[in-house]
């Protein structure tokens, strides 16, 4: 796994939603309840942008038709939501992002 820089961090407590694009991926940076999490930022149902949506009960909910994905898992009610590590170093977020090696690897070492 390769970490990125992807935005500088003042108040974790506070909670936001922010849109980046890393390596060519549109991700979602959630601050909710003092954690963070990083998601993809377009909802596999329809494409809609997920950051001009909403957080409730540990989930991002897309304002187009109101489906909800965990933030932590990224499952949702019919499809899953891609989600990635990440880590604060001196005041700036970092997105953990899995090469394609990386995920095979996953699958056989379970």
Same mark, same amino acid.
């Given at each position: 796994?390769?970490?990125?820089?992807?935005?500088?961090?003042?108040?974790?407590?506070?909670?936001?939603?922010?849109?980046?694009?890393?390596?060519?991926?549109?991700? %979602?940076?959630?601050?909710?309840e003092g954690k +963070?999490?990083?998601?993809?930022?377009? %909802?596999?149902?329809?494409?809609?942008?997920?950051?001009? =949506?909403?957080?409730?009960?540990?989930?991002?909910? %897309?304002?187009?038709?109101?489906?909800?994905?965990? +933030?932590?898992?990224?499952?949702?009610?019919?499809?899953?939501l891609k989600?990635?590590?990440?880590?604060?170093?001196?005041?700036?977020?970092? !997105? =953990? !992002?899995?090469?394609?090696?990386?995920? !095979?690897?996953?699958?056989?070492?379970?």
């Open positions: 796994m390769k970490w990125y820089w992807a935005a500088d961090v003042e108040d974790v407590e506070k909670p936001f939603m922010k849109k980046v694009k890393v390596t060519g991926k549109s991700i %979602c940076i959630v601050g909710y +963070l999490f990083a998601v993809s930022a377009t %909802c596999p149902h329809q494409g809609f942008d997920l950051s001009s =949506g909403w957080c409730e009960n540990g989930k991002i909910i %897309c304002p187009l038709h109101g489906y909800s994905f965990d +933030l932590q898992t990224g499952k949702g009610s019919e499809d899953y989600t990635y590590a990440v880590k604060i170093q001196d005041n700036s977020l970092y !997105i =953990g !992002i899995s090469s394609v090696w990386d995920d !095979i690897k996953k699958v056989f070492n379970k």
